[in-house]
């Protein structure tokens, strides 16, 4: 087995329960309110990502440097600008409508990221990997109707 092959399996269990619950939220409160404790969970994950990396260098003499260039900095401020307002706008979407229409959707989102890397990346893609993308945009369309 792969090494990618758990971590992306835990990938699609945690997106899978992370695309649910906000249904069960958004049905208390506020989308607006919910994404505020959206990001206090995002903050607990990268407060313990810092400590252990903190941790693991006193434990291990590995120096554990982040990088921090100028792209870097940027790209991952833009990152994350660009997932918050996703989850933001999926939060709105799921106070509006049932959450199987919507987490279907809103899953497809990799066909922004294969178009993306097919053009300004100039990454190859096969004709049945095409073929995956015109499904996809046939899906949105039946699932919206």
Not at 50 to 63: G, H, K, V
Not at 75 to 97: D, E, Q, R, V
């Amino acid at each position: 087995m792969t090494q990618w092959f758990v971590p992306v399996l835990l990938t699609i269990l945690c997106w899978g329960v992370g695309m649910f619950l906000p249904k069960l939220l958004t049905d208390s409160i506020a989308p607006q309110e919910g994404m505020i404790h959206q990001v206090v969970g995002g903050v607990i994950i990268a407060v313990f990502l810092l400590l252990y990396s903190f941790n693991y260098q006193a434990i291990t003499n590995i120096n554990i440097n982040f990088n921090l260039t100028k792209n870097g900095i940027w790209i991952g401020i833009i990152c994350g600008i660009l997932n918050f307002l996703g989850i933001l706008f999926y939060l709105k979407a799921l106070s509006k409508g049932p959450v199987s229409i919507i987490s279907s959707i809103s899953a497809l989102y990799p066909m922004i990221t294969i178009a993306l890397a097919f053009f300004l990346l100039q990454e190859s893609m096969t004709w049945k990997q095409s073929m995956g993308l015109v499904f996809g945009i046939v899906a949105i369309v039946l699932l919206s109707v």
